[in-house]
């Protein structure tokens, strides 16, 4: 009678701590909380229910499941990978792929595992886009290449409700041999730029000096024309000023004379005494006309006369 009353109690503690753990199982997968950056995809015995923002999330449990995706952008640093570039050169490739979940279910059921699925494309894309370009232009051409290897990931990824939002290249890394090499063509290019631009300062200097010499030239002889021209108009204003002078004396002489009424003889007079001062100079040659020879023998008869007349003091 005891023994049947032991195990009759403890098949029914048994029996209690099972409920009470399905109870809290129930509980545990009714009750879900979904955090900020997250939503919550419901499934119905395997089939997609509906779709949960973040916060408190109800289900039946045993029935409905619950799967969390992160909707935030998510920084997928790729491996180094060796790539062949269009003139057969192996150089290593690094890239960081930014991601972002845009629908939760196409994301989950569109393909098995996007994780695995977003890096394995990004490796092909990297190699089939590096693939089609030169060394020097897999260096220089980084935003390119960016772009082509995110073009040709978003066609893939649109029916998978992921975008990628941006790519990264950290490292192009060619081998060492070739870092040497194209040290070397660096610096002669740099050499070679540093001699023209040597030659292109003293072809512009020479240019430079050329022009000053020739403004100084053309300058030189503004100068001297206009020298030449204020010398002209000065004696220009010189021979008009003296051109005056003489005009204004004459017209005083002969106004003086005019005034005075003189008579014939007294003319006759004053031309004699020009005429002798003209020839009591040295350097001058004084041609005398014809017809004043006349006039100089009465002049000087005239004068002789005046000479021997007496005085009004003289007295016979």
């Not at 004043?292 to 005046?306: E, F, I, M, P």
Request: aromatic share 2%; no cysteine; charged share 20%.
């Amino acid at each position: 009678m005891i023994v049947g009353i032991s195990i009759g109690g403890v098949i029914g503690l048994a029996l209690a701590v099972l409920v009470m753990l399905v109870l809290i199982l129930a509980l545990r997968q009714m009750v879900n909380i979904v955090q900020q950056g997250e939503v919550g995809v419901v499934k119905h015995l395997g089939e997609y229910r509906k779709t949960h923002e973040p916060g408190l999330v109800i289900i039946t449990p045993f029935v409905d499941s619950l799967q969390r995706v992160d909707m935030r952008e998510i920084p997928r640093p790729g491996d180094r990978q060796d790539v062949i570039t269009k003139d057969n050169v192996v150089v290593t490739v690094n890239a960081t792929i930014f991601t972002q979940v845009v629908v939760a279910e196409q994301a989950l059921f569109s393909i098995a595992n996007f994780d695995v699925g977003i890096d394995a494309l990004a490796r092909t894309a990297l190699r089939s886009v590096i693939g089609t370009m030169t060394l020097d232009q897999a260096l220089s051409e980084r935003e390119n290449i960016n772009t082509d290897v995110q073009q040709q990931m978003e066609a893939v990824t649109d029916k998978w409700g992921i975008r990628i939002n941006r790519i990264e290249i950290i490292e192009i890394a060619p081998p060492p041999k070739i870092l040497e090499a194209l040290a070397l063509q660096k610096q002669a290019d740099q050499e070679k730029r540093a001699t023209i631009l040597q030659s292109e300062g003293h072809q512009q200097s020479a240019i430079n000096v050329a022009e000053g010499a020739a403004q100084a030239a053309v300058r030189q002889a503004e100068g001297q024309r206009q020298a030449a021209i204020l010398r002209a108009e000065g004696n220009r204003q010189a021979a008009i000023l003296e051109s005056e002078g003489r005009a204004q004396a004459i017209e005083t002489v002969y106004a003086a004379i005019k005034k005075g009424d003189p008579d014939p003889t007294l003319v006759a007079i004053l031309q004699l005494d020009t005429l002798a001062k003209f020839a009591d100079s040295p350097n001058a040659k004084t041609v005398v006309p014809f017809e004043s020879a006349g006039l100089l023998g009465a002049a000087q008869t005239l004068r002789s006369v005046l000479a021997a007349a007496p005085t009004d003091g003289d007295h016979p």
